[in-house]
């Protein structure tokens, strides 16, 4: 059974910083593509970044280039999302989401073949 199970997720301050990590079990992802949504309260789910698991390249959402970089490791099988420079308006439920055949591109069109179950982030004013 493939799990993808997060972690990180907290109260924060605005400007403050927090590192998502998401740990995948049941197969290996070396191929495919891996990122971040979110859906933040009364709102639709949103892409925020992902990575091609084979390149390293990386894509971003426009509300958090600058202040948000994801980083792959398919040796331990996990991403992480580390999040700077953080809003009130960062404020969500943040999943992550795999495909295994694909690129970013896939991820946010057809979304992820497998879910975790999503990490509360708070940030404060």
């Known amino acids: 059974q493939v799990q993808l199970v997060e972690s990180g997720g907290g109260l924060v301050q605005a400007g403050g910083s927090l590192r998502l990590s998401c740990t995948a079990s049941?197969?290996?992802?070396?191929?495919?593509?891996m990122g971040w949504f979110r859906q933040p309260p009364g709102k639709v789910r949103e892409f925020v970044s992902g990575?091609?698991?084979?390149?390293?390249?990386?894509h971003y959402a426009d509300f958090v280039k600058g202040r948000f970089t994801i980083a792959s490791d398919t040796a331990k099988n996990t991403v992480a999302l580390q999040m700077n420079g953080l809003k009130p308006e960062d404020t969500a439920v943040y999943y992550c989401?795999?495909?295994?055949?694909?690129?970013?591109?896939?991820?946010?069109?057809?979304?992820?073949?497998?879910w975790g179950q999503g990490t509360q982030v708070t940030v404060s004013s």
């Open positions: 989401a795999a495909v295994t055949v694909g690129t970013v591109l896939t991820l946010v069109r057809k979304g992820g073949d497998y």
């Open positions: 049941g197969r290996t992802f070396n191929s495919g593509a």
């Open positions: 990575v091609v698991l084979t390149t390293g390249i990386a």
